[in-house]
């Protein structure tokens, strides 16, 4: 079955240092999905990446999927306040099934 | 625009009690999805329903029912709650096999 592992699990960075989270997948990744959960909250649709090599950026977070698709990195660059919360990857499954399995979730707090 | 709204917000329970969460959508998406939150174990998929009138087991489904109302709404159900399914339950919508958008959650607790 499909495995994602994220890491670091927790992280705590000053505001203002750039910091990089991963999500590497046992199997090819077939669409992969950035989340990102407020305490308290839903998950908030961050970016999706599908092909090998592709990077979609928005404001200061840059997401990356690797030429063989199976290991994805989160980028943000200058980190604010606003950034904290919980970010979780998500993979599609193969076979044209509409499931996603998640890795457990990489903490992020940001102290000022 | 509410996009996917769950009821409860919270809820506790007694082991043994039942109860059904609700979901509804209103981006007019074929498929819906509820999943588990744990702590340390991301997200798993209870159920999901690829389209109206179909429905299908997920990664952990003991202990929970499902119904596909109508194209809007997506119910799920313990029939007999237990403390291991203390845990936050989201709902999600996508238009087949498309970004997911979740809900804000449901936070149960079965005492």
């Known amino acids: 079955s499909q495995e994602l592992e994220q890491s670091p699990q927790s992280l705590i960075v000053q505001e203002g240092k750039n910091l990089t989270i991963n999500c590497t997948s046992s199997k090819t990744l077939y669409g992969l999905y950035w989340y990102k959960q407020k305490y308290g909250e839903g998950l908030i649709f961050l970016m999706m990446l599908q092909k090998g090599g592709e990077e979609k950026s928005h404001e200061k977070i840059t997401a990356k999927l690797d030429e063989k698709k199976q290991q994805s990195s989160l980028h943000i660059t200058a980190s604010q306040p606003s950034h904290a919360g919980i970010y979780l990857c998500?993979?599609?499954?193969?076979?044209?099934?509409?499931?996603?399995?998640f890795g457990q979730g990489t903490r992020l707090t940001i102290n000022p | 625009n509410a996009g996917v709204t769950q009821t409860p917000k919270f809820q506790v329970l007694k082991t043994g009690q039942s109860m059904t969460l609700q979901c509804a959508q209103d981006m007019n998406h074929n498929s819906m999805y509820w999943y588990r939150q744990d702590p340390g174990m991301g997200l798993r998929l209870i159920y999901y329903s690829a389209s109206e009138g179909t429905t299908d087991k997920g990664e952990v489904p003991n202990g929970y029912n499902v119904s596909r109302l109508n194209k809007r709404e997506f119910s799920l159900r313990l029939e007999s709650a237990a403390p291991s399914q203390t845990s936050v339950y989201f709902c999600?919508?996508?238009?087949?096999?498309?970004?997911?958008?979740f809900g804000a959650g449901t936070r149960l607790s079965v005492l």
């Open positions: 998500g993979a599609g499954l193969p076979g044209g099934a509409q499931k996603l399995v």
């Open positions: 999600a919508s996508s238009r087949d096999r498309n970004i997911q958008y």
